[in-house]
């Protein structure tokens, strides 16, 4: 709670300047088409997948009143290669995946959150102290507008926590009550060989994508729209929560993010900066990045008001194209935050 109150008093000026009438845009046609494109392996044979299907009462699909959670999460337990029925299924507690498990979405397969939220730990799909672990094309919708006691600012639309050797291809999230991705561990852990490819984070609540501890860890290909209802609200955060999580080998490829209520990107340092510890090494790399119509393109936070404690290692951001900030391109607490540019444009 101390590193929570400290962020948010020394972030004061920078959400000040939000945009306070936010509205909600829809992203150009073919920015969505450009980065949702579903992804159909040549080498899997679906015909032998086991089918959730098979343990849902008929016409589940047209009438979602029974409650089939406690169901469907023994069916992920005691499967390995699982087939999404091509119409939603609706779950009211967070969905726990077992290691060793592949989980493809078809055309119209939904996993849809009806529950309410109390806390940290409710998050909707959950990869959490598992490894190989593969997603196809999930699609996770969250009820943050739904008239339930939710409290916290958590509720990921997929957390991989404490996790190794995870792949996701081409998510789609919306509505989430906190994050729409939260990638790290909440334990002074790490996730390590994490890659996501594509896919679309629209109108959750915290941030797109949040990062806090991980080891080369991708995310690639993707867009994240319209982040908007408790701080921080940028559309892609790399946040650590404690001094011992780690940032080594961060790679963020062609992200594309839009109309995000307080950034497009941010790096906030502020567990990395007592100086009573050993600086720590980061490695971070951001290649492709574009931010449009966000309030501000990127923001940085590196120590605090009183602390000039930097770091080892680099954060890079190259070939990016920062666009119609609502208030500025850049925001920084500190004037010597260390950051490396390589052909940048700014329109």
């Known amino acids: ?44 044979n679906l015909s032998g997948w086991d089918k959730l299907e098979s343990i849902l009462k008929s016409g589940y699909s047209k009438n979602s009143n029974q409650d089939y959670t406690k169901d469907i999460q023994s069916f992920f337990a005691t499967h390995r290669n699982i087939l999404l029925p091509d119409y939603p299924i609706y779950i009211s507690i967070g969905l726990k995946i077992s290691s060793n498990t592949n989980v493809f979405f078809q055309k119209n397969s939904k996993i849809i959150y009806t529950g309410e939220v109390k806390g940290r730990h409710y998050d909707i799909v959950k990869i959490e102290n598992a490894e190989n672990v593969t997603l196809y094309n999930p699609y996770v919708v969250g009820n943050r507008e739904a008239k339930l006691k939710h409290t916290g600012e958590w509720n990921a639309g997929i957390s991989i926590q404490d996790a ?35 896919g679309w984070i629209d109108k959750v609540r915290r941030n797109g994508i949040t990062i806090t501890s991980g080891k080369n860890v991708t995310v690639e290909n993707m867009l994240i729209s319209n982040t ?4 921080p609200q940028i ?5 650590p929560s404690l001094y011992e999580e780690v940032l080594d080998g961060i790679n963020i ?30 490695n971070i790399s951001i290649d492709g990045f574009v ?11 590196i120590g605090d008001l009183n602390n000039s404690k930097k770091y080892n290692g680099n954060i890079l951001i ?30």
């Open 1 to 44: 709670m101390k590193y929570k109150f400290l962020l948010i008093i020394l972030f004061n000026s920078f959400f000040s300047c939000q945009k306070s009438d936010f509205s909600y845009l829809l992203p150009p046609e073919n920015i969505i088409n450009q980065y949702t494109k579903p992804y159909s392996p040549n080498n899997i």
């Open 253 to 282: 490829k062609n992200v594309y993010t839009y109309n995000n209520a307080s950034a497009g990107l941010g790096i906030n340092l502020y567990a990395f900066s007592d100086k009573a510890k050993p600086t720590k090494n980061i």
């Open 164 to 198: 190794k050797k995870v792949t996701i291809y081409n998510p789609i999230i919306k509505n989430t009550w906190g994050d729409g991705i939260f990638i790290g561990s909440e334990t002074a852990g790490l996730s390590e060989d994490v890659m996501i490819n594509g």
């Open 318 to 347: 190259k070939n990016s194209t920062l666009t119609k900030p609502g208030v500025g391109y850049i925001w920084k607490n500190k004037d010597n935050v260390e950051v490396s540019y390589m052909n940048m444009k700014y329109k």
């Open 291 to 301: 931010s449009n119509l966000s309030n501000y393109s990127m923001s940085f936070s």
């Open 228 to 231: 908007v209802g408790t701080l």
């Open 235 to 239: 559309g892609l955060h790399i946040e």
